[in-house]
Each structure stands twice: as C-alpha cells, then as structure tokens.
C-alpha cells in the first residue's frame, strides 16, 4: 500500500521562503510529484524528482531522499499567488500516481 | 496549447439519479485516469486505464460507478444512483508515458453537487 503525509495548512509572508515537506510509504517507487492548486480549479504540474537531490526551477525547488522516504518543496520570493494547495504524489507501479491529502498555503502581506 | 477536455463543468443533480461526465485525452495519450476530490482533499484515483483496458479500478466502488474507454481515446464516467457523499469534483488526466516519470495533465474538471 501507500501513504503520504504531508502538513495540512501553512502561512507564510510575501517575499519570504517557505518549505513544504512530505514523507511517503510506498511498496513501489517511480518518482514523486509536487502539484500546485488553486482553488476550483485543476492540479497542474510544478516538479518531478526520481533520484535523490535537489531540482530547482525558478523560484521552486524540490528535494527527494528515497532513502527517508522524504520531499520537500521550496517555494522562494513568496508572492501572493502562490496562495494554493501543494499536493504531493507519488508514482508507482503503470505510472499510478497517488496523491497526498495536500498543503494549503496562505501568502499574507 | 493541448488540453484534457471535461464537460459538464458543472452539474447538479438529485440522489437516485443517473450522471455521466465525460472526458478527451490529449491527443496520442495511451493512459487516462479519472480521479475524484472532495473538498479540502487530495484527488483519489477511481480507475485508470491503458487504451482502452482498465489498468486499475481498485477504488472504484463499482455497484454504483462505473468507467469505459471503448476505443482507447474518451472516456465516460458514470453514476447510477448518485448519492448525497458523491458530491466532489471530478477530475480526468491523461498520461503520454505508461511507466515511470509521466507527467499528468489534469482537465478542467466537473464539479458534481448531489441533493
């Protein structure tokens, strides 16, 4: 089976840094995704990691270690879009994708 | 820019009733995925098919729901009868890779209200 953990809510101040951490127990490991969604609207892809390290893109970047079973997702220069929920999923056995319950994470001023 | 095409966007129904979404993959995309997502959680994969065979269908409580992909490329996603706890969004991805590292791309989704 498969569970992913991640926090439920997270505030943070425009401009500053903020990680977002996600620990995983899967019976099969292709990869782990991190998602960004707005609310109403549809999940769309921000990163993807399969080996252990640091994938940096822009202003995200996102760390795995298959070893722990741990992600994370740093979002830098903090803007008020990027109000959202940050899912975290991982990929199994014919490219599943299984997904965590999410991260809501609200910019203030 | 290709898309995943949903509709309805939106729909209401009453429980006992019969729903259907449907779903277009991006063009030349072998893995399509219907998943659902109540509020303030994350999406849960009903079933997930590889053309048109059902890959994974685990979740899929298959007494009221069920899912075709007849000729490998749209989907239909049905209810029968909606109950009261099928109120969620429904979202449909597709997938060009069957293993490993593909990324999914996510419709609009249809949001379903059940009274």
């Known amino acids: 089976g498969q569970n992913i953990d991640q926090p439920t809510e997270m505030t943070a101040t425009e401009g500053a840094i903020v990680q977002i951490n996600c620990t995983y127990q899967?019976?099969?490991?292709?990869?782990l995704f991190w998602y960004q969604q707005h609310a109403g609207e549809a999940p769309t892809f921000l990163s993807y990691?399969?080996?252990?390290g640091l994938e940096e893109k822009g202003r995200f970047s996102s760390f795995l270690s298959r070893s722990k079973g741990y992600s994370y997702l740093l979002l830098k220069e903090l803007q008020m879009k990027d109000s959202a929920s940050y899912l975290c999923?991982?990929?199994?056995?014919?490219?599943?994708?299984?997904f965590g319950a999410g991260t809501r994470l609200a910019v203030h001023p | 820019e290709a898309e995943v095409a949903q509709s309805p966007r939106y729909k209401i129904t009453e429980k006992s009733q019969a729903v259907a979404f449907w779903c277009d993959p991006i063009s030349g995309h072998a893995t399509l995925y219907w998943y659902r997502q109540i509020l303030g959680q994350g999406p849960e994969l009903l079933v997930q098919f590889q053309d048109e065979s059902v890959v994974d269908d685990s979740q899929l409580p298959k007494d009221r729901f069920s899912a075709e992909r007849l000729k490998g490329v749209d989907s239909t996603l049905k209810i029968q009868p909606a109950e009261l706890g099928d109120s969620a969004m429904y979202l449909c991805?597709?997938?060009?890779?069957?293993?490993?590292?593909?990324?999914?791309?996510f419709g609009e989704g249809s949001r379903l209200t059940v009274l």
């Open positions: 999923a991982v990929t199994g056995g014919y490219n599943k994708l299984i």
């Open positions: 991805a597709s997938s060009f890779r069957t293993e490993g590292s593909g990324e999914l791309f």
């Open positions: 899967t019976s099969g490991f292709n990869g």
């Open positions: 990691n399969v080996l252990d």
